[in-house]
């Protein structure tokens, strides 16, 4: 398993934050090519491997015939609870969620990821359940289809582009990524901003797709149960949805009254249940930035049961 599939962001980082060592229990919520899992495995810890993708499980199960340290499951990190009972832990003393694609992801034409290649609308991470792009595209009123873009793409055109598919689907249908680029592309023009809508309208709905966010909410609320205490939680996100997502959880969590500022007294009966360990998202330095594109975007926040 090369790391040409996919090259790790944050690696070292991350993995120093895990405190990774003999004997600990980490879960790795987005397994991918094991990028991460294997310097885990390295530092002598124990891995349950957990992705929506059947690719990325198959590696990790070659890698678990080498490793019996490792262990894999096909789910969502929204059953890390699930997983971990099946593994028969009790709890765990480490989590990484490093969020969204792999650059494999990203390339397999089978996907449909990117507006870069034309092929199929897919876009589920785990193709062998749930609604695809297509359906999505083909079943959404306009107005839904505009929330989903204007929501998980941050993209202002959203109405316009949400017409042109509508307009579109009821001549051809839109199977295709160059179908969903065209309908972008003559909604909004061949401008200087068309890849930076296009990039965004993608985003949106694989986001829609996969049901990114809720799933990542739900995720952090269990895996903050799923820790043992002094166990870490470590999370890489990738645009500015999910890390407010993770950064408004984190700030929430760690702090112990949370009644509105106007109120006397506390009213509330919250603890903290956490504390952060990093007070900033930790990003890449020079060195990565200058060999891995995806490394740019990257942010990295960390917690620590109390
Ligand atoms: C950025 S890649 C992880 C790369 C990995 N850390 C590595 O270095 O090889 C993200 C992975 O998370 C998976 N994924 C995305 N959402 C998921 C979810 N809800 N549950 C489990 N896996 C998910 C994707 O299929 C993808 O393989």
């Not at 789910?75 to 890390?80: C, D, L, P, V, Y």
């Not at 999505?136 to 959203?158: C, F, M, P, V």
């Not at 509105?260 to 009966?269: G, K, L, V």
């Not at 490394?295 to 990295?300: G, N, T």
Request: with cysteine; proline share 2%.
């Amino acid at each position: 398993m090369s790391n040409s599939l996919h090259q790790p962001v944050l690696l070292n980082e991350s993995v120093e934050y895990l405190r990774a060592v003999t004997g600990k229990k980490i879960v790795d919520g987005t397994f991918g090519f094991g990028g991460h899992s294997k310097v885990i495995l390295q530092k002598g810890a124990e891995v349950l491997g957990i992705d929506l993708d059947t690719h990325a499980v198959n590696a990790c199960k070659v890698l678990a015939e080498e490793n019996d340290r490792l262990a894999c499951f096909h789910g969502s990190f929204r059953e890390i609870k699930k997983a971990i009972t099946e593994q028969g832990w009790e709890n765990c003393d480490g989590i990484l969620l490093d969020l969204g694609v792999s650059s494999y992801q990203l390339d397999d034409s089978t996907k449909g990821f990117t507006y870069r290649q034309d092929t199929n609308l897919d876009m589920r991470f785990n193709q062998t359940t749930g609604r695809t792009a297509e359906d999505i595209l083909a079943e959404s009123s306009e107005s839904e289809l505009a929330d989903i873009i204007y929501q998980y793409g941050e993209e202002r055109k959203s109405r316009r582009i949400a017409r042109a598919i509508v307009n579109t689907r009821t001549e051809d249908g839109i199977s295709t990524t160059k179908q969903l680029k065209d309908c972008v592309e003559s909604a909004i023009g061949k401008g200087p901003t068309l890849n930076a809508s296009l990039s965004r309208v993608f985003q949106a709905i694989r986001i829609a797709v996969n049901d990114e966010l809720s799933s990542l909410s739900d995720t952090l609320v269990d895996s903050v149960d799923a820790l043992a205490p002094k166990g870490r939680l470590v999370v890489i996100s990738y645009h500015s949805l999910e890390d407010r997502i993770v950064k408004k959880y984190f700030a929430k969590e760690s702090t112990g009254c949370i009644c509105p500022s106007e109120f006397p007294e506390c009213r509330c009966t919250h603890r903290a249940s956490i504390k952060l360990v990093t007070r900033r998202p930790v990003v890449a330095l020079d060195e990565e930035l200058a060999t891995n594109p995806r490394s740019r975007s990257a942010k990295l926040r960390v917690v620590e049961k109390i």
